[in-house]
């Protein structure tokens, strides 16, 4: 298992936390996603040989918010 922490801008609310934490979950190998709204993060568990981490970028992505890299 791999952990990354995941800048992302955008999310100011619970509603926010909800969705990115949601998408990332549904993704298949992600064990553990946790947004920090404080910090502006989320922090990814996932099994590498499953999910490359561009794509778990992509899926923050197209919920509408901005990875910054």
């Known amino acids: 298992m791999k952990k990354e922490v995941i800048r992302v801008d955008g999310m100011t609310c619970n509603h926010c936390k909800s969705t990115v934490e949601g998408a990332l979950k549904n993704v298949a190998g992600v064990t553990l996603a ?36």
């Open 34 to 69: 946790e947004v920090n709204l404080d910090e502006n993060n989320v922090s990814v568990e996932f099994d590498e040989s499953a999910v490359t981490l561009d794509k778990l970028k992509e899926e923050i992505e197209e919920q509408g918010y901005d990875v910054v890299s």
